[in-house]
């Protein structure tokens, strides 16, 4: 075998949104990627032991599922099609902030696509999983990595029997999410000095599902936020339509306000937010679940840019490098330009803007995989369109304290064409020259 021709082999950590969708990004240039994950990859929806966050409100936002379609086209039709909902910002929400109702524009620009965490963790993975260059490894965790602080050169499995084993790989994408050993994995390498920024805001969510009412099934996203400034503790909710007629419920409390795993106390929780529309739709709605509980939503965040140097051959996303207070809302959409921005970083982004608009509107770009010029294909695109700054969506709405609703005009400056070719090779710094300079 000529080994000039050996492209490079990569492992991914963790087999949860970062995962797949890092997998997804890497296959181009790689012989094979593999994703080795500590637990169970199910056929479908299932709840899975890896992500117990799955358990509370999930939304995408549109800059997530465009670098999801970019990575991997036709997720966002595939979600839809198993029952995901596409929620124009904010024409489909109620939302109550502290300074009143937001204003339902009427031309939506921007969406949240709603649906169980569990579907979308199932969708991408299918969408992943069936690339034959793409395998996964479950019920193995990784103890460690191989290699020095120049390069990482593997990683140590321990695997499903017990017994442990070595993998070698020119690329180790480390996706592993909150739990994430690479902090120890590189001190004990001699890399120190990592700084962790961390804010905790103590924010508690308490969460269940819940069968919608009859003739409520196609109910926006409704949300009341939190007054920061008001007498009584923090609280908020949040409830999101998502596939199978159902809702999924989360309340929020900072200290001095927590929601508890009580199902009794659930709804009782809803009645102390600022407004009684939250609780008056759970009266008529039937609950499916119990209540499931996480205190997980602190802000943390590894300066890993900081560290030099830096071992060639890692790369760390996802929740791994930075994991967000939930209030947030985007922790998915960050892994998935994450993915599509550092892990692919020598190749200029693929434009998908157009794909957000109503189906019969999309220009052909929309569909193009990533690697392909939508420029080479016949063209007829649309004129680019005015982009709108998104508001406030219904996560930091039920949840912000530091940002009440603002009403902006959308906006009618116009973006730059997207019609020059993307995809042809040029010249540019690359952020990433740990994958970059593979051999
Ligand atoms: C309450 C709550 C609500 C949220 N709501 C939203 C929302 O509305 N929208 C949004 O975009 N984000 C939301 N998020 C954030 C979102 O859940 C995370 O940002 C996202 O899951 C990060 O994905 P990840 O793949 O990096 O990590 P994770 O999803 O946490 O997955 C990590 C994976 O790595 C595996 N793993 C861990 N260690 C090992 C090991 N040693 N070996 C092998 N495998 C390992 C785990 O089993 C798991 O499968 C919310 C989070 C919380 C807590």
């Not at 489909?92 to 649906?115: D, I, K, N």
């Not at 009794?264 to 759970?282: C, G, K, N």
């Not at 569909?367 to 700054?389: E, H, N, Q, Y």
């Not at 609703?405 to 990433?432: D, E, I, L, M, Y």
């Amino acid at each position: 075998m000529d080994l000039r021709l050996r492209r490079p082999r990569a492992l991914v950590i963790g087999g949860s949104i970062a995962g797949m969708l890092a997998a997804a990004a890497v296959r181009e240039y790689a012989d094979h990627v593999e994703i080795v994950e500590a637990h169970e990859l199910p056929d479908g929806p299932q709840p899975r032991a890896g992500v117990p966050q799955a358990r509370h409100i999930h939304f995408l936002q549109t800059g997530g599922a465009e670098a999801v379609e970019a990575l991997l086209p036709g997720t966002i039709d595939r979600l839809l099609a198993a029952g995901a909902h596409r929620i124009p910002v904010t024409t489909g929400m109620l939302v109550h902030s502290p300074e009143g109702w937001y204003r339902r524009w009427q031309r939506a620009t921007h969406y949240l696509f709603t649906a169980t965490r569990d579907l979308f963790d199932s969708v991408v993975r299918e969408q992943v999983l069936q690339d034959t260059r793409i395998t996964a490894r479950p019920h193995s965790q990784v103890i460690g990595p191989l290699g020095g602080p120049g390069r990482i050169t593997g990683i140590r499995i321990r695997r499903p029997d017990g017994r442990e084993s070595e993998e070698h790989a020119d690329l180790v994408v480390d996706a592993s999410g909150r739990a994430s050993r690479t902090p120890h994995w590189l001190a004990a390498l001699g890399i120190t000095g990592l700084t962790e920024e961390r804010i905790d805001s103590g924010l508690t969510y308490a969460s269940r599902l819940y069968r919608a009412p009859a003739g409520l099934r196609n109910w926006p996203v409704v949300a009341v936020q939190a007054d920061p400034g008001g007498p009584s503790p923090a609280n908020a909710g949040g409830i999101l339509p998502v596939e199978g007629d159902r809702w999924h419920v989360s309340l929020m409390g900072a200290p001095g306000g927590r929601p508890t795993g009580d199902p009794e106390a659930f709804e009782q929780f809803a009645r102390t937010l600022r407004h009684p529309v939250f609780a008056r739709l759970l009266e008529r709605a039937e609950p499916l679940t119990g209540v499931s509980v996480t205190h997980s939503t602190a802000n943390r965040r590894y300066r890993y840019e900081r560290l030099k140097p830096w071992p060639r051959g890692l790369v760390v996303l996802g929740d791994a490098a930075a994991a967000c207070n939930p209030a947030y809302g985007h922790g998915m959409s960050v892994a998935a330009q994450s993915a599509l921005a550092r892990v692919t970083p020598c190749q200029p982004p693929v434009r998908v803007r157009t794909f957000m608009l109503a189906p019969s509107a999309r220009s052909p770009a929309a569909s193009t995989p990533p690697g392909l010029c939508p420029s080479d294909r016949t063209s007829t695109s649309p004129p680019p369109r005015a982009r709108t700054p998104p508001p406030s969506t219904a996560s930091s709405a039920a949840t912000s304290a530091a940002s009440p609703a603002r009403q902006q005009a959308p906006s009618t400056r116009p973006r730059p064409s997207t019609t020059s070719c993307p995809c042809k090779p040029r010249p540019r710094p690359c952020s990433a020259p740990q994958f970059c300079s593979l051999p």
